[in-house]
């Protein structure tokens, strides 16, 4: 039997709706039937108000007086992208950017909550292994292509296609075994298994939807050059030095009818043109937001939090942020290989000192791989702070003395300023930890590129964070814990391998019962937290900084870039 889910924008949060779409009512009455269908009216009206978010130095801009479409910007970021292909991005800056250019079928709100986008509405069996999308009717692609049921297909196509070996390959591949069109504008989606993350997952960006022209040009006009239904149209990108997008006032977001009764965003909303340049150091990004040669940075460096409050011509926004920071050890090569030694890692850092000195107080320490609003969530007490118990694990384990070891990261300020950290820390019980930050997509290349058993990767540690973008623990946890998702698959960058965990990963997505996949994630969190292939360090706030003149923009809880209704004050 399939039910009929009809997607109201700003109601249902992503853990409900994950419910709903795996045949469960969300309710707490678990053994109602799920045969009764909801009938409302879908509509993609446009993000709440009720951000979570903090804000210094906001102003009201009055309907209609925004000259932010006449005006061009500059946004700050702290390394540059990677690629512009969703299926094969692995950061969230990239991510975030692609968002503006690409739509998906379903996206998420300012608080993370899912709402329609490229679909209406959507009908699931009660397997969840079948899937039937209504799409949005009135949609093009900026290069002419219109968004119908084949535009879908030919997505569909390249995330099931493993031969392309993109990162992302096993984000939906092992699941998805076919699309069928039942009409121009309905898709039925069949899936190998049971996937009880398959909605959520649909709102991640890796499934932002490409125009079929573009995925036919090939590889290389994915990443280079994307083609989207977005807010913004690409324009170029400059590895190392900017990114250009510029406003697509043809998006359907602007028009109520097509939205389904409320616009997405305000008529005047959006930017010109936006110019995205990169800059590894903070203090460069902090200066040239209070001089005004930039409009827009993220993310502030924690140091700076009270010079740019303090400061009339700057608005700092703050709001909660479900990634958490890692310091990851390959499990394939020694001394990591034995799990006495990751424990003494995990009891030789302080975490409370990190969050004072790394983060100037704005975080708090991690208690699971995956943020505490996360879909089946479950914490552990921290490691404490025990530099006599980290030398005598060490001693068991048969370094007396200590080793030598390497960690690598880019080489942002504030990613310097946690390899510092870190190898203060690791000195205290004999541990000479080597610093070798570089430029990002060097590092990518070495390390999530690498096409080689672990023990043969040239990375020993490595300095990352994670943000669960789908507000799923399915998308926290199997991403760095799954054999399949060592690189260059995915970001198993510890080259962890546990064939329980494996299975249990597995059995999570095989089953529609929310309940049972909250066990199933609760024991694997338990698991990992005693195997330690990973050291979970802290979750920090996510802080942004504009211009005093600029309102609309923030940072989703997974740390990725939201402007879709920013507007502008004139001067």
Not at 32 to 50: Q, V
């Amino acid at each position: 039997m399939k039910k009929r889910h009809v997607l109201r924008a700003l109601v249902a949060a992503a853990t409900a709706l994950a419910l709903t779409a795996c045949g469960s009512t969300g309710s707490s009455d678990t053994s109602k039937s799920t045969s009764t269908a909801a009938t409302s009216t879908a509509s993609a009206a446009s993000t709440s108000s009720g951000s979570e978010a903090d804000t210094e130095n906001t102003i009201t801009i009055p309907a209609g007086e925004s000259v932010s479409q006449d005006s061009d910007v500059t946004a700050m970021v702290a390394v540059d992208f990677t690629t512009m292909d969703p299926m094969d991005t692995s950061d969230t800056l990239s991510g975030g950017v692609q968002r503006m250019i690409m739509d998906g079928l379903f996206g998420f709100d300012e608080n993370m909550q899912i709402i329609p986008m490229l679909a209406t509405s959507y009908e699931a069996n009660d397997e969840a292994t079948e899937y039937t999308i209504h799409l949005r009717e009135g949609v093009s692609f900026t290069d002419g292509t219109p968004w119908n049921a084949d535009a879908l297909i030919a997505n569909v196509n390249k995330w099931a296609d493993k031969s392309l070996g993109l990162k992302r390959t096993t984000f939906l591949c092992n699941v998805l075994d076919h699309a069928e069109k039942v009409d121009d504008y309905t898709v039925t989606i069949y899936l190998s298994q049971s996937f009880g993350a398959f909605i959520s997952n649909l709102a991640h960006p890796a499934t932002l939807i490409m125009s079929p022209k573009q995925i036919e040009a090939g590889e290389d006009a994915c990443a280079q050059a994307p083609v989207g239904t977005g807010q913004y149209k690409f324009v170029e990108w400059v590895a190392g030095d900017h990114m250009k997008v510029e406003l697509n006032k043809d998006w359907w977001g602007y028009d109520a009818d097509v939205c389904g009764g409320t616009a997405l965003a305000d008529a005047d909303a959006g930017f010109k043109s936006i110019t995205f340049k990169p800059v590894a150091e903070s203090a460069t990004r902090v200066s040239a937001i209070q001089a005004g040669d930039a409009q827009i940075m993220w993310s502030v460096p924690t140091e700076s939090v009270d010079t740019l409050k303090g400061d009339s011509n700057v608005s700092v926004g703050m709001g909660d942020s479900i990634a958490v920071w890692y310091f990851f050890m390959n499990t394939q090569k020694a001394p990591f290989n034995d799990v006495k030694v990751r424990e003494a890692m995990a009891y030789a850092i302080n975490k409370e000192a990190y969050i004072q000195v790394v983060m100037n107080g704005y975080g708090s320490v991690a208690t699971s791989m995956v943020g505490e609003e996360v879909q089946h969530y479950k914490g552990n007490d921290p490691y404490s702070y025990d530099p006599e118990k980290a030398k005598e694990l060490l001693k068991e384990a048969g370094y007396p003395d200590g080793f030598t070891t390497t960690l690598m990261y880019s080489n942002t300020t504030a990613n310097q300023k946690k390899a510092e950290f870190y190898k203060q820390q690791l000195s205290e019980v004999g541990i000479d930890l080597e610093l070798n930050g570089m430029e990002n997509a060097v590092l990518n290349e070495k390390v999530q590129g690498a096409d080689c058993a672990g023990a043969d990767a040239e990375v020993d540690c490595y300095l990352s964070g994670w943000s669960t973008s789908t507000g799923d623990a399915d998308w926290g946890l199997r991403p760095m814990l799954a054999t399949e998702s060592e690189p260059p698959m995915s970001f198993n960058i510890s080259y962890y391998e546990n064939e329980k965990v494996d299975q249990l990963l597995k059995d999570g997505l095989a089953t529609a019962d929310e309940d049972k996949r909250g066990e199933i994630y609760g024991e694997v969190q338990d698991i990992v937290w005693k195997d330690l292939p990973l050291l979970c360090i802290a979750s920090d706030k996510n802080i942004w900084a504009t211009s005093n003149n600029i309102t609309g923009v923030y940072l989703l809880g997974d740390g990725s870039i939201g402007m879709r209704n920013a507007r502008m004050a004139a001067e």
